[in-house]
């Protein structure tokens, strides 16, 4: 409470300033969550976004796209909870799998059940997910990079332009964007 209390005050006090929180949800799967060890049930992260929300302090959420085990209709469930929620922001992040983690093990150990997704179901997922996603919503990111020497995969995603370009060169051919497939909740 403290830690709200201060940033509303701040935020209050600087209004020039722009002040945002970002929580990392990741996913709002308890199975996959408990999986990755996110540390935290659900309710604690609505407990979190409904008091930054009560505050006015803009909500930026994390989700990892090709996490183990998880779906592509599970991915877009989480799309549309954060669509009801209504977050000021997103960032759909590629799942890395990096050296000396446990889901580098994993992924060692299940090579056959388990597979970093390819460019392609990327950009056909980040896609799916962007189309259901509120038009109200801002987007943050759509890929990231993980550290060179510690990318065990996927290794396609270092060249972050080539994503980028190829992510709107879909977009066009597929007439897709942003709120095509939202249906408000």
Known sequence: EECLDLLAELQAQFPYKFIWVELGLQTMHATTAEFIRRGYPLSVFEYAIAELTKRNIPVIIHVILGLPAETTDMQYETIS?????????IKLQLLHILKGT?????YADSIGNFKALDKQEY?????????RLSPDIVIHRVTG???????????????KRDVLNSLHKQMREQNAFQGRLYQPN
């Not at 950009?123 to 189309?131: M, S």
């Open 81 to 89: 909870y954060l669509n009801r929620l209504q977050p000021f922001g």
């Open 123 to 131: 950009l056909n997922l980040l896609i799916g997910c962007i189309e």
């Open 145 to 159: 990079d993980g550290p060179k020497n510690l990318l065990i995969a996927p290794t396609w995603s270092l060249n």
């Open 102 to 106: 446990d889901l580098a093990d994993y």
